[in-house]
């Protein structure tokens, strides 16, 4: 044996009963049921011909690994019929079972042997062998012996509710902004990705899919081309994410703190190298790198529309998603993946996390990169057609705002450990995310489409400020997205929003898009901006001033550049009528020029708020500050 060969493990088992059988092949820490490495198990026992018998063993296609039968073992004595996966846990990279079924053909002694081990690594020796015979026990009664218990088909197998009830139906606003789309767009064929990577047998897809949308992040924003640490997620998190599964974890790279931390924030690799496996820990890391906000494709419904997520990454970058893989997938090879497989997740609906970087319309797929290695698929990379398996279930993106010195040049082709990745496009596309880098960025949620979160909302009547558009009746449709804020909206109102923000010196001008609807003359009803208790902006809320849709309004706050300030947007009304003050996208930019996303042209749809209709959110109680009124 050469000196890179892999030792084999050989365990001798012994035991009186079936149940030291279980417990020693499936139970104790050592033995199958950890899937910690590739294994061999091998059963040999009587046949009896024409019977009919199942094996049921633990599995986690997320990381590539199944169990894969060698059929000429059996000696023409067993034929193996169909294999299938069962999810258990609603985690990405939770576990599931594999159903082998078989059949003897004729009554002799068998074996079956099976490898635990990756399709497209077919060599990848096992380092443990567990070899199981029995002179007097069928290999039927080995096989129920050792089978794992698992709930029903009928239990697991359909979602909570059909997908096609749940799937978002694109607006007219939607199809507006897509037609302004490249038919194909992949951000890995300009070099804005960073190497594929491999997860090994931690079912840390989760960590993966998160890390990686970052490091595009900072290729897109400022040409720095980084490698961060996926087990720093995996090692530090407090939501008990390990490599049993978890789910994404933007916030510990934007404001939460994980284990021994004092700050949030990514952790290099460098620092914190992947191990594959559940290692404490530590210590507390540097934090080099730290994300504003995220947030998914559309809150409202478990798969966003193919629309809505090809916009997402067009204007935000590559984005993190999940999806249902089965054999068919780890199987891949290339070509396009056209394989539905989300029965095998049943009511979980996706098991494994990835990365979506692009899509080409002329194929109808989207191209996914995987955290597998570049032995699989297409270099690591998959052309998996729109609608399979999940696909894009629960699809998020993260706001980063970028620095004003980028540490590295940017690659102008992908880097040469990772293969390219499919392409049939080369123009060079200028999307939204790098046009408007320079010039403005998002305040935390400040396209408030992460829901009630980080901004605190007050209403003396007690109505919820931010809204869905997919759930409130009679409210201007967002000028971004599905969710904006809505202030008044009733007389005798007072609310608003406020969060503790740092004003950066580079960028000390506010900026919102608001939209005016008032039945109120002006001199009553007030809209404006508040720092630190001061009032720094105030204007009319009336019809004389009235908007009819989305108008950009920017605040020079240079004064306050540097500092951290409690900002608040507020609007009041008197005892009479009724005035609305929406709000969305609110950013920090450089000028008092208008430098926000552009408006698009047939966004507006007719909206009636001549009554309030929000829906109770908080209970009314004395604002944080002081109740007085704005004056003109």
């Given at each position: 044996?050469?000196?890179?060969s892999?030792?084999?493990?050989?365990?001798?088992?012994?035991?009186t009963?079936?149940?030291?059988?279980?417990?020693?092949?499936?139970?104790?820490?050592?033995?199958?049921?950890?899937?910690?490495?590739?294994?061999?198990?091998?059963?040999?026992?009587?046949?009896?011909?024409?019977?009919?018998?199942?094996?049921?063993?633990?599995?986690?296609?997320?990381?590539?690994?199944v169990?894969d039968v060698d059929?000429?073992?059996?000696?023409?004595?067993?034929?193996?019929?169909?294999?299938?996966?069962?999810?258990?846990?609603?985690?990405?990279?939770g576990?599931a079972?594999?159903?082998?079924?078989f059949?003897?053909?004729?009554s002799?002694r068998?074996?079956?042997?099976?490898?635990?081990?990756?399709?497209?690594?077919?060599?990848?020796?096992?380092s443990?062998?567990?070899?199981?015979?029995?002179?007097?026990?069928?290999l039927a009664?080995?096989?129920?012996?050792?089978?794992?218990?698992?709930?029903?088909?009928?239990?697991?197998?359909?979602?909570?509710?059909?997908?096609?009830?749940?799937v978002?139906?694109?607006?007219?606003?939607?199809l507006?902004?897509?037609?302004?789309?490249?038919?194909?767009?992949?951000?890995?064929?300009?070099?804005?990705c960073?190497?594929?990577?491999?997860?090994?047998?931690?079912?840390s897809?989760?960590?993966f899919?998160?890390?990686?949308?970052?490091?595009?992040?900072?290729?897109?924003?400022?040409?720095?081309?980084?490698?961060?640490?996926?087990?720093?997620?995996?090692?530090?998190?407090?939501d008990g994410?390990?490599?049993?599964?978890?789910?994404?974890?933007?916030?510990?790279?934007?404001?939460?703190?994980?284990?021994l931390?004092s700050?949030?924030?990514?952790?290099?690799?460098?620092?914190?190298?992947?191990?594959a496996?559940?290692?404490?820990?530590?210590?507390?890391?540097?934090?080099?790198?730290?994300a504003?906000?995220?947030a998914?494709?559309?809150?409202?419904?478990?798969?966003?529309s193919?629309?809505?997520?090809?916009?997402?990454?067009?204007?935000?970058?590559?984005?993190?998603?999940?999806v249902?893989?089965?054999?068919?997938?780890?199987?891949y090879?290339?070509g396009?993946?056209?394989?539905?497989?989300?029965a095998?997740?049943?009511?979980?609906?996706?098991?494994?996390?990835?990365?979506?970087?692009?899509?080409?319309?002329?194929?109808?797929?989207?191209?996914?990169?995987?955290?597998?290695?570049?032995?699989?698929?297409?270099?690591?990379?998959?052309?998996?057609r729109y609608?399979?398996?999940?696909?894009?279930?629960?699809?998020?993106?993260?706001?980063?705002?970028?620095?004003?010195?980028?540490?590295?040049?940017?690659p102008?082709?992908?880097?040469?450990?990772?293969?390219?990745?499919?392409?049939?496009?080369?123009n060079?596309?200028?999307p939204?995310?790098?046009?408007?880098?320079?010039?403005?960025?998002?305040l935390?949620?400040g396209d408030?489409?992460?829901?009630?979160?980080?901004?605190?909302?007050?209403s003396?009547?007690?109505?919820?400020?931010?809204?869905?558009?997919?759930?409130?009746?009679?409210?201007?449709?967002?000028?971004?997205?599905v969710?904006?804020a809505?202030l008044?909206?009733?007389?005798?109102?007072?609310?608003?929003?406020?969060q503790?923000?740092?004003?950066?010196p580079?960028?000390?001008?506010l900026?919102?898009?608001?939209?005016?609807?008032?039945?109120?003359?002006?001199?009553y009803?007030?809209?404006?901006?508040?720092?630190?208790?001061?009032?720094?902006?105030?204007?009319?809320?009336?019809?004389?001033?009235?908007?009819?849709?989305?108008v950009?309004?920017?605040?020079?706050l240079?004064?306050?550049?540097g500092?951290?300030?409690?900002?608040?947007?507020?609007?009041?009304?008197?005892?009479?009528?009724?005035?609305?003050?929406?709000?969305?996208?609110v950013?920090?930019?450089?000028?008092?020029?208008?430098?926000s996303?552009?408006?698009?042209?047939?966004?507006?749809?007719?909206?009636?708020?001549?009554?309030?209709?929000?829906?109770?959110f908080?209970?009314?109680?004395?604002?944080?500050l002081?109740?007085?009124?704005?004056?003109?």
């Amino acid at each position: 044996m050469d000196a890179t060969s892999r030792k084999i493990e050989r365990k001798k088992l012994s035991g009186t009963s079936f149940t030291d059988l279980r417990y020693v092949v499936l139970e104790n820490p050592c033995g199958i049921g950890a899937l910690a490495r590739p294994m061999i198990l091998e059963i040999n026992g009587l046949v009896q011909g024409g019977q009919a018998f199942n094996l049921v063993l633990p599995s986690n296609p997320s990381t590539g690994y199944v169990w894969d039968v060698d059929e000429m073992a059996s000696e023409a004595v067993i034929t193996v019929g169909e294999t299938q996966l069962r999810q258990l846990s609603p985690n990405l990279g939770g576990m599931a079972t594999q159903h082998l079924t078989f059949r003897g053909l004729r009554s002799a002694r068998g074996t079956l042997r099976l490898y635990y081990r990756r399709p497209w690594q077919p060599d990848e020796q096992g380092s443990s062998i567990y070899k199981i015979e029995s002179d007097r026990l069928s290999l039927a009664e080995l096989a129920e012996a050792l089978s794992i218990s698992t709930p029903q088909l009928d239990d697991i197998s359909a979602p909570t509710q059909p997908l096609q009830q749940i799937v978002a139906t694109p607006s007219p606003r939607e199809l507006s902004l897509t037609q302004e789309l490249p038919s194909s767009f992949n951000w890995c064929a300009q070099g804005k990705c960073t190497p594929v990577r491999d997860q090994g047998r931690c079912g840390s897809c989760w960590a993966f899919s998160t890390v990686g949308v970052f490091e595009s992040k900072l290729l897109i924003a400022d040409s720095n081309n980084q490698n961060l640490s996926e087990q720093f997620l995996v090692s530090c998190n407090t939501d008990g994410y390990d490599c049993d599964g978890g789910w994404f974890a933007h916030a510990y790279h934007i404001s939460k703190l994980g284990q021994l931390q004092s700050e949030p924030g990514a952790v290099l690799e460098s620092v914190f190298p992947y191990q594959a496996s559940d290692i404490p820990c530590g210590r507390a890391y540097d934090h080099p790198h730290r994300a504003v906000s995220w947030a998914y494709v559309n809150s409202s419904v478990y798969v966003p529309s193919v629309a809505e997520i090809k916009q997402a990454i067009y204007n935000h970058g590559p984005v993190a998603a999940a999806v249902c893989v089965g054999t068919a997938f780890d199987n891949y090879r290339g070509g396009i993946f056209s394989t539905d497989e989300k029965a095998v997740c049943g009511s979980s609906m996706v098991n494994h996390g990835i990365i979506l970087v692009g899509w080409d319309d002329s194929q109808q797929v989207w191209i996914l990169r995987n955290s597998w290695g570049t032995l699989w698929g297409e270099g690591g990379y998959m052309r998996i057609r729109y609608g399979i398996s999940n696909v894009g279930f629960r699809a998020n993106y993260l706001v980063y705002n970028p620095s004003s010195t980028p540490t590295s040049p940017a690659p102008t082709t992908p880097p040469p450990t990772t293969p390219a990745p499919p392409s049939v496009n080369s123009n060079l596309y200028l999307p939204l995310v790098l046009r408007n880098a320079q010039r403005g960025f998002l305040l935390p949620n400040g396209d408030f489409e992460q829901g009630h979160v980080i901004w605190q909302e007050y209403s003396k009547n007690g109505y919820a400020i931010l809204y869905n558009i997919l759930e409130t009746v009679n409210a201007a449709p967002p000028y971004q997205g599905v969710w904006a804020a809505w202030l008044g909206g009733a007389p005798d109102e007072i609310s608003y929003i406020q969060q503790t923000v740092f004003i950066p010196p580079e960028t000390p001008y506010l900026s919102y898009w608001h939209w005016v609807d008032s039945e109120d003359e002006c001199g009553y009803d007030f809209g404006g901006v508040l720092i630190n208790s001061t009032v720094a902006d105030v204007y009319s809320l009336c019809m004389d001033l009235d908007t009819s849709g989305w108008v950009q309004h920017t605040i020079d706050l240079r004064q306050y550049a540097g500092q951290t300030v409690n900002l608040q947007i507020r609007a009041e009304t008197d005892s009479l009528f009724n005035s609305n003050l929406f709000i969305d996208q609110v950013i920090f930019q450089a000028t008092a020029v208008s430098s926000s996303i552009p408006k698009p042209s047939d966004s507006i749809i007719s909206f009636e708020t001549k009554a309030a209709s929000h829906l109770p959110f908080l209970t009314p109680s004395s604002p944080l500050l002081s109740e007085k009124m704005f004056h003109p």
